[in-house]
C-alpha cells in the first residue's frame, strides 16, 4: 500500500523558520516524484516544490523560491521541505503528494496524497 506521512507542521512566527517531512513507503521510487501542494483558507491547491527522487531534480513555485528547499534523503524514504523566511501568506495545510515523473514539473498528476500538516504564520 502507497503511504505518504506528513510532519512537523506547527506555528511559528514571520521571519521563522520551519522543517516538514513526507515518509513514503509502499512503491519502487525509481519513477516517481515528490511534491508538495499546500492549501490556504479559501484558496485552491496550489504546487509549490517537487523533487524527482532518483535523479534529486527539484522544481519551485516562484513564491517560494529562494526561501523554500526541497530535499530527498532515499536510505530514509523522507522527503523535507525547509521553510525559510515564512510569511503569513505561507499558511496553509501542506500535502504531500506523489507523482509519476514522466512529464516536467508541474505539468504533472498526483496520485497519491498524504494526511497534510498545518503551517500557521503568526504576524
Known amino acids: 500500500e502507497v503511504q505518504l506521512v506528513e510532519s512537523g507542521g506547527g506555528l511559528v512566527q514571520t521571519g521563522g523558520s520551519l522543517r516538514i517531512s513526507c515518509e513514503h513507503s509502499g512503491f519502487g521510487f525509481e519513477f516517481y516524484g515528490i511534491g508538495w501542494v499546500r492549501q490556504a483558507p479559501g484558496k485552491a491547491r496550489e504546487g509549490i516544490a517537487a523533487i524527482v527522487l532518483v535523479h534529486n531534480i527539484t522544481y519551485y513555485e516562484d513564491s517560494v523560491k529562494g526561501r523554500f528547499t526541497i530535499s530527498s534523503d532515499i536510505a530514509k524514504r523522507t522527503v523535507y521541505l525547509q521553510m525559510n523566511s515564512l510569511k503569513p501568506a505561507d499558511t496553509a495545510i501542506y500535502y504531500c503528494?506523489?507523482?509519476?515523473?514522466?512529464?516536467?514539473?508541474?505539468?504533472?498528476?498526483?496520485?497519491?496524497w498524504g494526511q497534510g500538516t498545518q503551517v500557521t504564520v503568526a504576524s
Open positions: 503528494t506523489r507523482f509519476l515523473a514522466k512529464r516536467e514539473w508541474p505539468h504533472v498528476h498526483y496520485d497519491t
